[in-house]
């Protein structure tokens, strides 16, 4: 458990913050039940990603500046996506490495890798009776190296399926391609979109196909672009965000 003088910022990305606002919620009062005293700073903004992902990285260092300003102070910093905590880790302009960016980006963690690297909790208390498909967002599997990619020799491990295994009732289906991309990519759904839509209805198929009553990740976007799919195709599974998931069956 963290020590009473830890002092943790939670991040809240902009497309959680403007589509999926329960996401953050959920993620405060999960990290508020395991003992974690959070701020939310406010005047919070876009990690820079979208322009970053356009090839337009330069244009993000007033974005970034800001973001590092905000954030500086903290002992750590938390966010419940892989792929706005990897933009920060890797992708912030050169200009702006310095001290202060130098701490941010050692102490900035994904969610699901705060619970198991910082709190040092691989188990969780709860019940959640559900079939779930846990899909593997790219960003925190081959960025954040959450977990260990099906192309890698070595001990399999994943923190976040550890945690969802440790709630009762859970059921995590076991999937043909246990880490494939959805096909979201950021820009890349917007500028090859067939290939993304694609993509996405082959994540949707295999985990219905096994019987998942509801997909989940560690990154809302991988989902957001699922969730797209499945209401146009009005398929009957839905999709979760493992910090709702986690949060709701520890009441």
Do not use: W
């Amino acid at each position: 458990m963290p020590q009473k003088s830890m002092k943790v910022g939670l991040f809240v990305p902009c497309y959680i913050d403007q589509f999926y606002p329960n996401v953050g919620i959920h993620t405060l009062q999960l990290l508020e039940k395991l003992g974690v005293e959070v701020e939310v700073p406010p005047n919070q903004n876009c990690c820079g990603q979208p322009l970053a992902n356009s090839g337009m990285e330069r244009n993000t260092i007033k974005i970034c500046s800001h973001f590092i300003q905000l954030f500086k102070d903290y002992d750590a910093v938390v966010s419940p996506s892989g792929s706005c905590v990897l933009q920060i880790k890797e992708h912030v302009p050169k200009e702006l490495h310095d001290e202060n960016y130098s701490k941010l980006k050692n102490n900035i963690y994904e969610l699901t890798e705060f619970i198991s690297d910082v709190l040092k909790i691989d188990s969780l208390r709860g019940s959640f009776t559900h079939r779930v498909g846990l899909h593997q967002s790219c960003h925190g599997l081959r960025g954040l190296r959450n977990a260990k990619s099906s192309e890698l020799a070595g001990e399999p491990f994943a923190k976040a399926e550890k945690l969802l295994y440790s709630i009762k009732g859970v059921k995590l289906v076991e999937l043909d391609r246990t880490d494939e991309c959805c096909g979201f990519g950021g820009t890349f759904s917007v500028f090859e979109e067939g290939v993304s839509v694609q993509m996405g209805k082959d994540r949707i198929k295999d985990h219905e196909s096994h019987g998942a009553e509801i997909i989940t990740a560690t990154d809302m976007s991988c989902l957001m672009h699922l969730e797209g799919l499945i209401k146009r195709n009005k398929q009957p599974i839905r999709i979760m965000h493992i910090a709702e998931i986690l949060n709701t069956a520890m009441k």
